[in-house]
């Protein structure tokens, strides 16, 4: 009885681990790009030729404003983890999937190529007269924005693989009928699956005994006496 309450209590446990690793994941990664879009990522120093140079910082926001929606996703996703099953979870897992190579994006663009004058000068949204005198870029923001993006895809390989579990409520939530009819009924046809512990006490509780095997009674012939008296069993 305990190899088979075992048996059916692993495929739970994988689950619950794996939910717990993806929604750990999630956070991470959300925490990450919000970090990173409240940072500065470039510097631009500009000049209009009537005064002393300026300097204008462009937060992750301005510079990849996509960062902060992407990381409000990522916190919707936690609780979507715990709200779908099946294949709904599979295309959360794409979604987020998603969301992670976004976020990948800049924080890879900026990191290889740099960021050029123009781009900079019109987010920093400089006046007419102004000139851009030079950029710079801070790469920690960066790194940072491509971490998250990696917990987000890590994340995503985590509830694309997390195991099935049946839909619907679990047996602890059925009325004591219900759970005695799928006691009987486990009674017959235990050999088509593993039986629980809770099914064997709801059996044992329906007066069943879910260890023995339900044998057909076999017919008796009845010989009746000349006076119609019942007679006796063969």
């Known amino acids: 009885m305990s190899d088979a309450s ?4 692993e495929p739970g446990q994988a689950g619950r681990r794996r939910s717990m690793i993806s929604v750990l994941l999630l956070a991470v990664a959300a925490v990450c790009l919000w970090g990173a879009s409240r940072m500065t990522w470039v510097e631009v120093t500009s000049s209009d030729g009537l005064g002393e140079e300026r300097t204008s910082a462009l937060v992750g926001g301005t510079w990849a404003a996509a960062l902060t929606p992407l990381a409000l996703t990522l916190v919707a996703a936690i609780a979507a983890s ?4 099946g294949w709904a979870l599979r295309v959360l897992g794409v979604l987020v ?6 976020a990948a994006v800049p924080a890879v663009g900026l990191i290889v190529s740099g960021a050029s004058g123009d781009e900079a000068g019109r987010l920093a949204e400089l006046p007419g007269r102004a000139e851009v005198q030079s950029v710079s870029v801070h790469v920690g923001p960066a790194v940072l924005a491509l971490v998250g993006a990696l ?14 579990v049946r839909a619907g409520l679990s047996s602890k939530y059925d009325s004591p009928g219900a759970r005695r009819d799928a006691a009987k009924k486990a009674g017959t046809d235990s050999a088509e699956g593993p039986v629980t512990q809770r099914m064997l006490w709801d059996a ?11 044998k057909k009674a076999e017919p008796v012939d009845q010989v009746d006496g000349p006076d119609k008296d019942p007679g006796t069993r063969t």
């Open 6 to 9: 075992e048996t059916a209590r």
């Open 82 to 85: 715990f709200a779908v099953k």
């Open 97 to 102: 999937a998603v969301v992670a190579v976004a």
């Open 151 to 164: 917990a987000a895809l890590a994340a995503a390989v985590e509830l694309v693989r997390r195991p099935r």
């Open 204 to 214: 044992l509780d329906a007066g069943e005994d879910p260890t023995v095997e339900d």
